[in-house]
């Protein structure tokens, strides 16, 4: 079995993911280290002997082979911001009871690397390929996928590809993603000064706070609210007036439901203690538009399908200072719905309140039929390994697979019973499941070179 020789390099791959790890690949915020995870991945290719081409300033690949199908693997370097409540180091691999912790490990730092240790493994066994097989990597996936863009105006589209960002087994649909940002001219509030919460409009923020000018009888009402909430608030008194820090627990965008918005509860909080005068129309609108759901219900914009479930929403990220007064919404719709429409639907209520509408990312959705040559590929890759059949699932998470133009799909590495807390303080995977993938990943790689 072919496949298990991958695990003969796990303890240098290890090596590696700790350097990759370490290094703060946060797209728009640190490009420098962005570039910097990618100069990385390339040295450690060059040192295999493989073939390199970095093709922008956001994207390269690694090959091996040449003549017959394109066939791909494409993964990311970057990753969102490690936020709060880690109790580890997120820049560093720690190994815990059975766990590997670190920024990036699922999300997808490890399963880049894996990539590319797949294809130095190939090369090195000396298998004979009748495809090309190319390791694509990118560092802007979190912010829009922007790199894939630059990298497929410049070079051609895969004739069989996978991503390893999701779950295994086969992801063969991914709901339409919508990113929009409400704001207003000015910051019209009288009582509220300050509303800070989020910094990646893709996760659910576990941090929020406002400041406030209030009276002592406003912060009586405040507290005895905050009693009522199931939300979890500080009361701070500072010179500039009464400070609320909000705590909730961070989650992907994509299963909102799974976390704890702390800005949604800090909003709800103040719109039942002040009217829309004293806090402002945006947060006005985000207490009435929202109201503390994930499903979008009070948007008019609850809905589902049967392939691919229930929109969702989630509010990503406020800022209200001095002038600035915006926020950011992530909404998955359903991949038989129409993107235009849900957009229609919230900037109709937004402006009705007075707010501009910038759409700042439109993710189509994804559809692969089931029985394509490339589901049965993967599948197969999975069952040879594990000895169970491959199911096949759609996901509201947004992956490269969609830039592939119906051929490529989201495989692996994460596993569905494992909680890899994707976005999350202390993200982490378990050790076996994380070898599990190397053989998977090989595996699959093998037969797409070998087909």
């Known amino acids: 079995m072919l496949y298990e020789k991958i695990l003969s390099?796990?303890?240098?791959?290890?090596?590696?993911?700790?350097?990759?790890?370490?290094?703060?690949?946060?797209?728009?915020?640190?490009?420098?280290?962005?570039?910097?995870?990618l100069a990385f991945i390339l040295s450690r290719a060059e040192a295999f002997g493989l073939r390199t081409e970095r093709v922008t300033e956001k994207s390269a690949h690694v090959e091996l082979g040449e003549g017959g199908r394109l066939c791909g693997v494409l993964t990311h370097l970057d990753v969102v911001p490690a936020g709060n409540n880690w109790s580890v180091s997120p820049y560093a691999l720690t190994e815990r009871d059975g766990r590997l912790f670190g920024r990036g490990i699922a999300d997808d730092k490890g399963a880049a690397l894996v990539t590319l240790y797949c294809l130095r493994a190939l090369k090195e066994l000396g298998v004979s390929g009748k495809n090309t097989l190319r390791a694509i990597f990118g560092t802007a996936e979190e912010t829009g996928m922007t790199d894939m863009d630059g990298y497929f105006e410049r070079q051609p589209l895969p004739d069989l590809a996978f991503t390893p960002d999701s779950?295994?087994?086969?992801?063969?649909?991914?709901?339409?993603?919508?990113?929009?940002?409400?704001?207003?001219p000015?910051?019209?509030?009288?009582?509220?000064?300050?509303?800070?919460?989020?910094?990646?409009?893709?996760?659910?923020?576990?941090?929020?706070?406002?400041?406030?000018?209030?009276?002592?009888?406003?912060?009586?009402?405040?507290?005895?609210?905050?009693?009522?909430?199931?939300?979890?608030?500080?009361?701070?008194?500072?010179?500039?007036?009464?400070?609320?820090?909000?705590?909730?627990?961070?989650?992907h965008a994509c299963e909102p439901h799974k976390g704890s918005n702390a800005?949604?509860?800090?909003?709800?909080?103040?719109?039942?203690?002040?009217?829309v005068h004293e806090i402002g129309v945006l947060s006005s609108f985000i207490d009435y538009a929202l109201n503390n759901e994930t499903n979008g219900r009070s948007m008019g914009l609850k809905m589902s399908d049967a392939v691919s479930g229930a929109l969702t929403v989630n509010l990503g990220c406020v800022h209200i200072e001095g002038d600035e007064a915006r926020a950011c919404f992530d909404i998955?719709?359903?991949?038989?719905?129409?993107?235009?429409?849900?957009?229609?639907?919230?900037?109709?209520?937004?402006?009705?309140?007075?707010?501009?509408?910038?759409?700042?990312?439109?993710?189509?959705?994804?559809?692969?039929?089931?029985?394509?040559?490339?589901?049965?590929?993967?599948?197969?890759?999975?069952?040879?390994?594990?000895?169970?059949?491959?199911?096949?699932?759609?996901?509201?998470?947004?992956?490269y697979a969609r830039k592939l133009g119906g051929k490529?799909?989201?495989?692996?590495?994460?596993?569905?019973d494992d909680?890899?807390?994707?976005?999350?303080?202390?993200?982490?995977?378990?050790?076996?499941?994380?070898?599990?993938?190397?053989?998977?990943?090989?595996?699959?790689?093998?037969r797409m070179f070998t087909l």
Do not use: W
């Not at 303890?11 to 962005?34: K, M």
């Not at 990113?179 to 207003?184: A, H, M």
């Not at 490529?408 to 569905?416: D, H, R, S, T």
């Not at 890899?420 to 190397?438: C, G, P, Q, T, Y």
């Open 167 to 184: 779950e295994y087994g086969v992801c063969y649909g991914e709901k339409g993603i919508l990113q929009v940002e409400i704001s207003t």
């Open 332 to 399: 998955r719709y359903p991949v038989t719905i129409s993107g235009d429409y849900v957009f229609r639907q919230f900037r109709k209520i937004a402006e009705e309140s007075g707010l501009t509408v910038k759409l700042l990312h439109h993710g189509k959705p994804l559809y692969v039929e089931k029985d394509s040559e490339l589901v049965r590929l993967l599948s197969g890759a999975y069952e040879a390994v594990t000895g169970e059949p491959a199911r096949l699932y759609t996901t509201g998470g947004g992956t």
């Open 419 to 446: 909680d890899i807390r994707m976005h999350n303080a202390d993200e982490s995977v378990d050790k076996d499941h994380f070898l599990k993938h190397m053989q998977i990943c090989f595996e699959a790689m093998y």
């Open 408 to 416: 490529g799909v989201a495989f692996g590495p994460n596993f569905p």
């Open 186 to 251: 000015t910051n019209e509030a009288t009582v509220l000064s300050q509303f800070h919460a989020g910094k990646a409009v893709n996760a659910v923020p576990d941090l929020a706070y406002v400041m406030l000018d209030s009276s002592g009888y406003d912060e009586q009402l405040l507290m005895r609210l905050a009693d009522a909430s199931g939300g979890r608030f500080e009361f701070n008194y500072t010179i500039d007036g009464l400070m609320i820090i909000s705590r909730g627990s961070a989650a």
């Open 9 to 37: 390099y796990r303890d240098e791959l290890f090596r590696d993911l700790n350097t990759l790890i370490s290094i703060e690949s946060i797209d728009g915020a640190r490009n420098e280290d962005c570039a910097k995870a």
């Open 263 to 275: 800005a949604a509860a800090l909003i709800d909080l103040i719109a039942n203690a002040y009217d």
